[in-house]
């Protein structure tokens, strides 16, 4: 494997001169919208895309070509879904909806995995500089040291670290549905759960972190890594590094790496923490909406498009607001776990005070305790939240991308019925 690091780092002769500085989600599956009585076919084909979240009413998506039953009432109305008139017109109607939750879930995922990345990159370069000054609260320095980053190094800068997070996902997903397969862990927690059953599916989500862990390390690394000094490296150089990282060969590290075993308590800690928020905030926002909605259709004050989009928004807007409360709670959690990880990588990072230069990672923990006496005594409470103004422009994009996505789909359902 060609190393992607040096064998050593004095600060000297990169960009800026001498440094003298010494110093670290659950996935829910994708269902679909099923018809009342009056239509006994699905119309959500085709298939959801790969990864969307719980996009549509319903419990889940019936394997292909297989008739479903009728099923009790339980999301909003489904006269929009009928009216139309028939004849052309409501075959284009019926058309658009099927194309509807594509459309929508498409969207979404773009929003979060790519037009979201660059505060991913830059908020992770924020958590992991322990010597920074400028702690990047707002996203008003965010956006300008953004800038800089962009007009030295180019676009690549922000985007870097794309194709890892892609491999980290399908790692988890992959994970998580081998060892559910071989194992009585359950994949997903029924309607009647106990206290047995949600222990053995947080087991399960525990186990699968475990087994990303080392990939993620990798990710991380790719994300924060500067331009200037980094080599050209393939898509599966994350998956190579991940390897190397478990057997203990590769890529050179330094004596103060931390062993894998010490690192998953915080890695196991923080996921898990995070899907047991994101859960019970989405289902907690989706039952209000679901509410409002079904009382929105008693007082027969809902127009068709208004049940149309019904349909669709409620779980994409209870997802946003779930993952958004997850990770602004546990944000202190996920800067200590970033450092961890990071720590004897021998990663340089660009400077997020200046915009350009390049700085070393030189820090010295002793594991999770020592991390965060250590941020509280020297960068004070803050020193959690460094690189906070990206989480805030990252959330504002992914708002602003699913209103216009309901202006556009509510334009084209005026338009069609």
Request: glycine share 10%; net charge neutral.
């Amino acid at each position: 494997m060609h190393p992607r690091r040096p064998d050593g780092f004095d600060g000297l002769g990169y960009r800026g001169g001498a440094r003298d500085e010494q110093g670290f989600g659950g996935a829910f599956p994708a269902r679909s919208f099923s018809t009342g009585s009056d239509l006994g076919h699905w119309v959500t084909t085709p298939p959801d895309i790969p990864g969307s979240r719980n996009l549509h009413w319903g419990e889940k998506s019936p394997p292909y070509g297989v008739p479903t039953t009728s099923t009790p009432y339980e999301g909003p109305t489904e006269e929009a879904f009928s009216s139309g008139g028939g004849g052309v017109q409501g075959q284009s109607s019926e058309q658009l909806n099927r194309f509807a939750g594509f459309g929508i879930g498409l969207a979404s995922l773009f929003t979060e995995n790519v037009l979201a990345h660059p505060c991913i990159v830059l908020r992770r370069q924020c958590q992991v500089n322990y010597h920074a000054q400028h702690y990047h609260l707002t996203p008003f320095t965010v956006i300008n040291i953004m800038y800089s980053f962009n007009k030295t190094q180019g676009p690549r800068a922000l985007w870097k670290g794309m194709g890892s997070t892609f491999i980290v996902q399908g790692v988890t997903l992959g994970a998580e549905g081998i060892i559910s397969e071989f194992t009585p862990l359950p994949r997903e927690v029924l309607h009647k759960w106990n206290p047995k059953q949600i222990g053995e599916h947080l087991l399960l989500k525990s186990l699968t972190y475990v087994v990303a862990m080392p990939f993620y390390s990798a990710s991380l690394i790719e994300t924060v890594q500067s331009e200037i000094i980094r080599d050209n490296t393939g898509i599966l150089e994350c998956v190579k590094e991940g390897i190397g990282r478990v057997v203990g060969m590769g890529v050179p590290h330094s004596k103060r790496l931390l062993p894998l075993l010490s690192l998953i308590f915080p890695t196991v800690l923080h996921g898990v923490l995070h899907y047991i928020i994101s859960s019970v905030i989405q289902k907690f926002v989706l039952l209000i909406l679901k509410r409002k909605t079904y009382n929105s259709h008693l007082a027969e004050s809902t127009s068709p498009v208004q049940s149309m989009l019904d349909a669709y928004f409620p779980e994409l807007i209870a997802n946003f607001a779930a993952s958004l409360c997850s990770d602004v709670i546990l944000y202190p959690l996920e800067t200590v776990l970033h450092r961890l990880h990071i720590q004897g990588t021998r990663t340089i990072i660009d400077n997020t005070d200046l915009g350009y230069e390049v700085l070393p990672i030189n820090t010295q923990y002793e594991g999770m305790r020592d991390c965060i006496n250590t941020i509280r005594q020297e960068e004070g409470v803050f020193g959690f939240y460094k690189g906070f103004g990206a989480v805030v422009i990252q959330y504002t994009l992914h708002a602003a991308v699913l209103q216009i996505t309901k202006i556009i789909y509510s334009t084209l359902l005026q338009n069609n019925i």
